[in-house]
């Protein structure tokens, strides 16, 4: 069992939030992202460059006796993304990149389908092909980087395309030759973690490509940034939430020291904590070794540590509570007064009115309870959620 309300685990971005089911894989699919598709009514959509393709079955007169309620055709949907004109104008006035902004807004509006047949355009392989022609161009590489994020972020079938266009090398690239241009490297590390979340392909691209190394470089560099740290966690979540291999590949590659410093660099920021903890949790998810070398590596005091310092941000409670889980038996067999902490924390977690803190923390209490003896391990999961609050109390008093 892992997170979600169908049993995923959630995925890091700022992006977009949905809760899709299992899948069958060696972990669990990552999931939990916010959306990018905002309702812009002040904008416009841009003209087609291109011709409107109809399917071939569609007669010109059926086509002119659609109603309004037949919803848009696929050269409509097209028109709402915009031509790409401006993205690919590489001048670097305030005009230019105005008209940029203005067309990447129509295309976070677009539907899935109308980004999905932008990416099979002429226009989306001209951009990658100018990306990787203009390398030291810098804001022409932001928007480029900015135009993979939202593409990306209508789901897995844009995913793959943005994967199979190249998106994945052009991001590393512009992160690696802009590594301290902040405006340029966080829209590469967030299109890294979009297409990382749901794609095998990506996952393996950005993995071979030295695409940990660049992300744990990234932090770093730039580990006065909160939103740098946010979003490479985010990174290594995503890459490491469904395979074994990548776990241990992260980990070898030092992602756990990394995160660890990130969140002792930010103990105030429930960001921060809350992107290390889903780190660190998808790090070891399911994978007893690296269970143990985490909780050696300091996991269990930073879990702790983070719930105790943010106990009003659910999301901070809902992550640390399922990092504890997983660390469970290294925090019953460890010592009785670290098990003790952990059992305050998660009873404190369990008075919150959020619902997904409460899955997590009955969880979390399970797996304290059940390693420390204290309730036998069923099929069924155990003791109900007041039984739990009651041995909690009596344990923690």
């Given at each position: 069992f892992c997170p979600g309300n169908s049993g995923g685990v959630p995925l890091a971005?700022?992006?977009?939030?949905?809760?899709?089911?299992?899948?069958?894989?060696?972990?669990?699919?990552?999931?939990?992202?916010?959306?990018?598709?905002?309702?812009?009514?002040?904008?416009?959509?841009?003209?087609?460059?291109w011709k409107r393709q109809l399917p071939d079955e569609l007669e010109p007169s059926r086509r002119a006796a659609k109603t309004p309620g037949d919803g848009p055709w696929p050269g409509d949907r097209l028109a709402a993304c915009g031509d790409l004109s401006a993205i690919l104008a590489t001048a670097e006035t305030a005009a230019a990149q105005a008209a940029a902004a203005a067309e990447l807004e129509r295309l976070r509006a677009a539907?899935?389908?109308?980004?999905?047949?932008?990416?099979?355009?002429?226009?989306?392989?001209?951009?990658?092909?100018?990306m990787a022609a203009l390398p030291h161009a810098v804001a022409f590489q932001a928007t480029g980087c900015t135009f993979l994020l939202v593409a990306a972020s209508h789901g897995r079938r844009c995913q793959r395309l943005v994967?199979?266009?190249?998106?994945?090398?052009?991001?590393?690239?512009?992160?690696?030759?802009?590594?301290?241009e902040a405006r340029v490297l966080e829209p590469a590390l967030r299109?890294?973690?979009?297409?990382?979340?749901?794609?095998?392909?990506?996952?393996?691209?950005?993995?071979?490509?030295?695409?940990?190394?660049?992300?744990?470089?990234?932090?770093?560099?730039?580990?006065?940034?909160?939103?740098?740290?946010?979003?490479?966690?985010?990174?290594?979540?995503?890459?490491?939430?469904?395979?074994?291999e990548h776990q241990q590949r992260v980990f070898r590659l030092g992602g756990a020291e990394v995160v660890s410093v990130s969140m002792r660099g930010h103990?105030?920021?429930?960001?921060?904590?809350?992107?290390?903890?889903?780190?660190?949790?998808?790090?070891?998810?399911?994978?007893?070794?690296?269970?143990?070398?985490?909780?050696?590596?300091?996991?269990?005091?930073?879990?702790?540590?983070?719930?105790?310092?943010?106990?009003?941000?659910?999301?901070?409670?809902?992550?640390?509570?399922?990092?504890?889980?997983?660390?469970?038996?290294?925090?019953?067999?460890?010592?009785?007064?670290?098990?003790?902490?952990?059992?305050?924390?998660?009873?404190?977690?369990?008075?919150?009115?959020?619902?997904?803190?409460?899955?997590?923390?009955?969880?979390?209490?399970?797996a304290l309870a059940t390693r420390a003896g204290f309730e036998p391990a069923t099929p069924r999961g155990g003791l109900r959620r007041q039984q739990l609050a009651a041995t909690l109390h009596v344990i923690s008093e």
């Open positions: 971005s700022t992006e977009r939030k949905c809760r899709p089911a299992m899948t069958v894989g060696a972990i669990s699919p990552p999931i939990f992202r916010r959306s990018a598709r905002r309702r812009l009514s002040s904008v416009g959509c841009g003209a087609l460059a539907d899935e389908q109308a980004v999905a047949a932008l990416l099979g355009s002429d226009a989306a392989s001209a951009l990658l092909s100018r994967g199979a266009l190249g998106g994945v090398q052009a991001a590393l690239r512009a992160a690696s030759a802009h590594a301290g299109a890294l973690r979009e297409m990382a979340a749901y794609s095998a392909s990506n996952q393996a691209e950005i993995l071979s490509g030295s695409g940990v190394q660049l992300v744990l470089g990234a932090m770093q560099d730039h580990s006065a940034s909160p939103i740098i740290q946010v979003v490479g966690c985010g990174v290594l979540r995503n890459l490491t939430a469904t395979s074994a103990p105030g920021s429930p960001d921060v904590q809350q992107a290390g903890c889903w780190a660190l949790f998808c790090m070891c998810v399911r994978n007893a070794e690296l269970q143990r070398a985490l909780a050696s590596a300091g996991a269990v005091d930073l879990a702790l540590d983070a719930l105790g310092q943010h106990p009003r941000h659910a999301s901070v409670q809902e992550a640390g509570c399922w990092l504890v889980r997983e660390l469970a038996a290294q925090i019953a067999s460890d010592s009785s007064w670290r098990l003790v902490l952990g059992m305050g924390a998660v009873r404190r977690a369990m008075a919150s009115s959020t619902p997904a803190v409460h899955t997590a923390a009955a969880g979390a209490a399970r």
